[in-house]
């Protein structure tokens, strides 16, 4: 969902239309319609039956449904996924409980390194100029997001499973475009797209190096290209610095190789904000070590 495609049109709400997608691809969970969904919904939870009402009924219908029919069922996948975006919105989920938090409470400290990093992260870096450390707008903790679209010239991750799916027809040759098609197909932002073409929404660092346990594998960037923050940084500081790969190597190799491969959209790569930000490697670990506070207990 980096393209930007949960508009909020369907159910007034981001979080909403989001919920509301992985339950239906056949990618993902592949439920086959939202009456399949809301019929299971309803043999499981007795107060969302309550709420539906009819709907639960409908939902097991064998016969079409009328557009009358099909509209209270509709209506009740919609519920249910309004309820999973307000549990998404809520204290559980959006903790602000990392050492970081308790760093800007005055109830925590870091470590030198760790104040380097954010003081790198706020300047030298660039880092904020997207991922903002500002308080967000409700009075909470930094977001560390500007909700913003950009294209960092990431190059394509050649071990994305989605070149072999079956969902996907191009296979290989398929190029993510990030925001530009979901802008292309609305009417309103279509003069739009083609400026957008490979951007894809800056994410919030929250929780960018959590993991189930400490050696469990971590995937970054919008298509999993880099396994690791110390590649990511080292990308920003210098992509526009170490020469082309001769081909689409992983990670691993390009960073023994000191290269990188192309961009997988190069017309839109930002080019102001990162590519050679003469940092150290002593400063990119630095940056690291600050983004490892991030992680909510």
Known sequence: FFDGRATGNVTGSVLADQSMQPILNPAEMAMPDPASVVARACETHAEFAARVGEACALSLATAPLDEEAAGKVDQAFALLARAIAVYEASPEVNRFSSRYDAFVAGQGTLSAQELAGLELFNTKGKC???????????????????????NLGVPRNPANPYYEM??????????????????AADLIYAPLADDMMGKVKVPTLRNVDARATPDAPRAYTHNGYFKTLAGVVRFYNTRDVWPACAGNLPEAEALAQRC???????????????GNLKLTEVEEAAIVAFLQTLTDR
């Open 128 to 150: 904020s100029a997207c991922h903002i450390t500002d308080a967000g707008p409700l009075g909470e903790g930094a977001l560390f997001t500007d909700f913003t679209y950009d």
């Open 166 to 183: 079956a969902a996907n027809p191009l296979g290989a040759d398929w190029v993510d475009l990030g925001v530009g098609p979901t802008l």
């Open 260 to 274: 990188w491969p192309k961009a997988e959209v190069p017309a839109t790569v930002n080019r102001d904000e990162l």
